[in-house]
């Protein structure tokens, strides 16, 4: 099932902080977010896996909560480098070979 | 490394053709995809393989075939393309369900 994502659109001004949060319905073991600048393909940004365990971009930070099934991806001080859509995807279970994608959170950064 | 890559870049194709997008990666990577991404919608897993011979269905596998015959090939094909086909088709490579490397994509119009 695709997760949600919100909000749908930011725009913020250069130095400004974003949050974006990913919600699913079902249980997740991981979360995966990348971000697409317009007209190029999805960039990896970062993993999250149940039990804590992160990886990913340095600047950019990401929360996991298992219990409540959401993740959000935390952007501060944005650059504006930073503007594109953000996606996350989710998979269920370790033994998960694909993931689901979000519909997208498009970020604009001002100068 | 050329990574993944995709051909054609742009088709147009007329409706009732048939087409196939290529799709190779040169990482050695087990698991590859195929996404549609429309205007909103985010992205649409198509097929996925994980590993040559082994195929399965994603979330939109109608109108649309696949083969793994190698490691680094993973082609689709359109049969009977419909408008409703009309899309950015995005690869991906990936060594283990983790962090997914995207193509460039193909731009494919059916009028």
């Known amino acids: 099932q695709q997760p949600v994502q919100s909000p749908q659109a930011v725009i913020l001004r250069e130095g400004e902080d974003a949050v974006i949060n990913c919600s699913s319905s079902?249980?997740?073991?991981?979360v995966h977010w990348y971000r697409q600048k317009h007209g190029e393909a999805p960039v990896f940004l970062m993993i999250?896996?149940?039990?804590?365990e992160q990886k990913g971009h340095e600047k950019i930070s990401a929360s996991f909560n298992e219990k409540k099934q959401q993740s959000s991806l935390y952007l501060t001080a944005s650059q504006l480098s930073y503007s594109g859509t953000y996606f996350c995807?989710?998979?269920?279970?370790?033994?998960?070979?694909?993931?689901?994608f979000g519909k997208g959170t498009r970020l604009h950064i001002l100068p | 490394n050329a990574g993944v890559t995709q051909t054609p870049k742009f088709r147009i194709l007329k409706i009732g053709q048939s087409m196939t997008l290529q799709c190779t990666q040169d990482?050695?990577?087990?698991?590859m995809y195929w996404y549609r991404q429309d205007p909103g919608m985010g992205l649409k897993l198509i097929y996925y393989?994980?590993?040559?011979?082994?195929?399965d269905k994603g979330e939109v596998p109608n109108g649309y075939n696949v083969s793994r015959s190698t490691t680094e090939d993973f082609p689709l094909r359109l049969e009977l393309a419909a408008p409703s086909q009309t899309s950015v088709y995005f690869c991906?490579?990936?060594?283990?369900?983790?962090?997914?490397?995207f193509g460039p994509g193909t731009r494919l119009t059916v009028l």
């Open positions: 990482m050695n990577h087990n698991y």
């Open positions: 999250l896996l149940k039990g804590g």
């Open positions: 393989s994980v590993g040559a011979g082994i195929t």
């Open positions: 995807g989710t998979a269920g279970g370790y033994r998960d070979d694909k993931i689901i």
């Open positions: 079902k249980a997740l073991y991981s």
């Open positions: 991906a490579s990936s060594p283990g369900g983790d962090t997914q490397y």
